[in-house]
T-cell receptor
């Protein structure tokens, strides 16, 4: 069965600094990978996804993520963080057929002035 | 992106009563919708998969008689928490799967969630 690990529960980044959120997955076949963002009391918004092809994927709000099969990772990056990026970020893996998503435990991003 | 509306956003009810939560896909038809439960500061746990016109598929450990799911149309799925108790208090989130023919196919679009508080 697939699983997702987000090793960082909290991360604090200064505004304007770069950001990398870690995500490791476990899945026997080619995974379908997603990053979602959740603001307090809100649902989830899709930032980006990887299905196949170019391993560096671009998303909304200036985010990107790189799929590294050898490391079973799909880390999320942003070159310059804005205060509005403070939220909870979830990495998820989907099985073939997309019928189920398994989410990581999330990383809470705090942005300091 | 696609819009999924979830209603109500917050509900308080007395123990023993039932609560219905609606999930609507506003600009696309969704044959498949999902219901998740999220505990404070934790991840989303899939409760069930809702397929239009058929019975929902529940995840292991989820009581299907407690959490009734109906997916009567291609744009509406409902979750009814029957005889709610304080331990059912949680944040419930639905999602709708974009159709396979869509430009952004096989993507789950999420509602804003419903916070249920059972007194």
């Amino acid at each position: 069965a697939q699983s997702v690990t987000q090793p960082d529960i909290h991360i604090t980044v200064s505004e304007g600094a770069s950001l990398e959120l870690r995500c490791n997955y476990s899945y026997g076949a080619t995974p379908y990978l997603f990053w979602y963002v959740q603001s307090p009391g809100q649902g989830l918004q899709l930032l980006l996804k990887y299905f196949s092809g170019d391993t560096l994927v671009q998303g909304i709000k200036g985010f990107e993520a790189e799929f590294k099969r050898s490391q079973s990772s799909f880390n999320l990056r942003k070159p310059s963080v804005h205060w509005s990026d403070a939220a909870e970020y979830f990495c998820a893996v989907g099985a073939t057929g997309f019928q189920k998503l398994v989410f990581g435990t999330g990383t809470r991003l705090l942005v300091s002035p | 992106g696609a819009v999924v509306s979830q209603h109500p956003s917050w509900v308080i009810c007395k123990s023993g009563t039932s609560v219905k939560i609606e999930c609507r896909s506003l600009d696309f038809q969704a044959t498949t919708m999902f219901w998740y439960r999220q505990f404070p500061k934790q991840s989303l746990m899939l409760m069930a998969t809702s397929n239009e016109g058929s019975k929902a598929t529940y995840e292991q450990g989820v009581e299907k008689d407690k959490f009734l799911i109906n997916h009567a149309s291609l744009t509406l799925s409902t979750l009814t928490v029957t005889s709610a108790h304080p331990e059912d208090s949680s944040f419930y989130i639905c999602s709708a799967m974009s159709p396979s023919g869509a430009k952004s196919k096989n993507i789950q679009y999420f509602g804003a969630g419903t916070r249920l508080s059972v007194l």
